[in-house]
């Protein structure tokens, strides 16, 4: 499984990104997708996932209502709207993917970065 993730860059707060990672996979609809952050100096954190058919979603406190993550299983690609973005929300972006009745991302992408300005 190869993951590749952009659509990062920089913009200011209050502003908008999506972000875009493309699969290399048979059978995309056999993973879980994901999308976590690493901030500088920080721990890699969870920021949403969506589950095989893109009906079950969930998302971090700190971005509900803000960030969407979609995919599009016929294309092979997950996504992630950021909108209302904050200074916070600066941090390499790595999306995830995971088997279906696994428990673990096993995959990642190379990762992109975000960067808020005040």
């Known amino acids: 499984v190869q993951l590749q993730a952009y659509g990062g860059g920089l913009v200011q707060a209050g502003g908008s990104l999506r972000l875009s990672c493309a699969a290399s996979?048979?059978?995309?609809?056999?993973?879980?997708m994901g999308w976590f952050r690493q901030a500088p100096g920080k721990e890699r954190e969870f920021v949403a996932r969506?589950?095989?058919?893109?009906?079950?979603?969930s998302y971090s406190d700190s971005v509900k209502g803000r960030f969407t993550i979609s995919r599009d299983n016929a294309n092979n690609t997950v996504y992630l709207q950021m909108n209302s973005l904050k200074p916070e929300d600066t941090a390499v972006y790595y999306c995830?993917?995971?088997?279906?009745?696994?428990?673990?991302?096993?995959?990642w992408g190379q990762g992109t970065q975000v960067t808020v300005s005040s």
């Open positions: 995830g993917a995971r088997l279906i009745y696994t428990d673990t991302f096993a995959y």
């Open positions: 969506i589950d095989w058919s893109g009906g079950t979603t």
């Open positions: 996979v048979r059978t995309f609809s056999n993973y879980v």
